[in-house]
C-alpha cells in the first residue's frame, strides 16, 4: 500500500527523504549483522544470517536510506574532471520522479538502517528480531519495519504473528500494543544475559477485516508523521 497525498509529497520533497523497504539478500549479510551487535550485543552465538536466508521458514527485510548513497555517489561525482555533466547523470538516476516510482538502483551501496526477520510455521508467524542502527532511531524506521513485516505475513498466508520481549522494554511493548498485540504468556528467565523475564505477545487473526483497517489507519498516521509515500516491499 503506498499513500500519496499532496502533503506528504511536499514533505518527501522538502526532506529529500527516501527510506524503502526490501528483501534481505546476501550482500546485506555484513551490514546486518553489524546492527545486530550493536542492537544486540548480548546474544550468543550471533545469528548466522547467511545460513537462515537459506532456510525456507526464515524471512527477512532491510530499510535502506537512498537518500545517503545519493549524496556519497554526488561527492564521487564532484572529483571527476567533468563534474557537471556527471552531475547532470546522477541527478537524472535519482530525481524524485525515480523514487515516485519507487525503483532503488541495483546493485548498490544503499545504506542499510535496520531490519527484521521471522519464521513461519502452521501459519504463523514469529517475529526474531527488529533491530534500527543507534543514530536511526526515533525516526520511524522500527513502526515501518513492524508494519512490513505484518504486510509479507500477510501475503504469506499466515493468520497469527508472536514474538518475545523482554519485560523492561516497555517501549517496544508500547509499538506492539499499538499495532493490536496483546500478552498472552510470559517465559521466566528467557534472557541469557541477565536472566530477564519474556512478554510473550500475539496478534489476533491478521486477515481479518477489523485488523487490517486499523492497520491502514496507522499507516495514513505513520505516513502524515514521517511523509513516506511507500509501504509496500521491494522484491
Given at each position: 500500500?503506498c499513500y500519496n ?10 526532506k529529500?527523504?527516501?527510506?524503502y523497504?526490501?528483501l534481505?539478500r ?31 521458514m ?5 530499510t ?24 547532470s ?7 524524485y520522479n ?9 546493485p ?9 526477520g521471522?519464521w ?10 527488529i ?15 513492524l508494519?512490513?513485516?505484518?504486510n509479507?505475513?500477510?501475503e ?6 508472536t ?7 516497555t ?12 500478552q ?5 528467565h528467557?534472557?541469557i544475559?541477565n536472566?530477564?523475564?519474556?512478554i510473550?505477545m500475539?496478534t ?7 485488523f487490517?483497517k486499523h492497520?491502514?489507519e496507522l499507516?495514513?498516521a505513520?505516513?502524515?508523521k ?10
Open positions: 500500500m497525498d499532496t502533503k506528504s509529497k511536499t514533505r518527501l520533497k522538502e529529500d527523504l527516501a527510506c523497504v526490501r534481505m546476501r550482500r546485506d549479510v555484513t551490514p546486518v549483522t553489524e546492527i545486530d551487535r550493536e542492537v544486540f550485543p548480548t546474544l550468543w552465538p550471533p545469528v548466522n544470517y547467511k545460513r537462515d536466508l537459506e532456510n525456507r526464515a524471512h527477512y527485510i532491510v535502506c536510506d537512498e537518500k545517503k548513497r545519493t549524496e556519497e555517489l554526488e561527492m564521487d561525482v564532484s572529483s571527476e574532471k567533468n563534474p557537471s555533466g556527471l552531475r547523470r546522477v541527478r537524472r538516476l535519482f530525481n525515480r523514487f515516485f516510482r519507487y525503483e532503488p538502483l541495483k548498490g551501496k544503499e545504506h542499510i538502517t535496520g531490519f527484521a521471522f513461519i510455521m502452521l501459519r504463523e508467524a514469529h517475529i526474531t528480531s533491530a534500527v542502527r543507534e543514530t536511526r532511531r526515533h525516526q520511524g524506521i522500527g513502526e515501518l519495519l508494519m512490513s513485516v505484518i509479507l505475513a500477510t504469506l498466508n499466515t493468520r497469527i504473528i514474538l518475545e520481549v523482554r519485560v523492561s522494554n517501549i517496544a511493548q508500547g509499538l506492539y500494543y499499538k499495532y493490536g498485540f496483546i498472552t504468556g510470559l517465559r521466566r528467557y534472557y544475559d536472566k530477564e523475564d519474556a510473550i500475539s489476533e487473526n491478521i486477515t481479518s477485516v477489523s487490517q492497520l491502514q499507516k495514513q505513520h505516513s502524515r514521517w511523509g513516506m509515500l511507500f509501504y509496500q516491499i521491494v522484491r
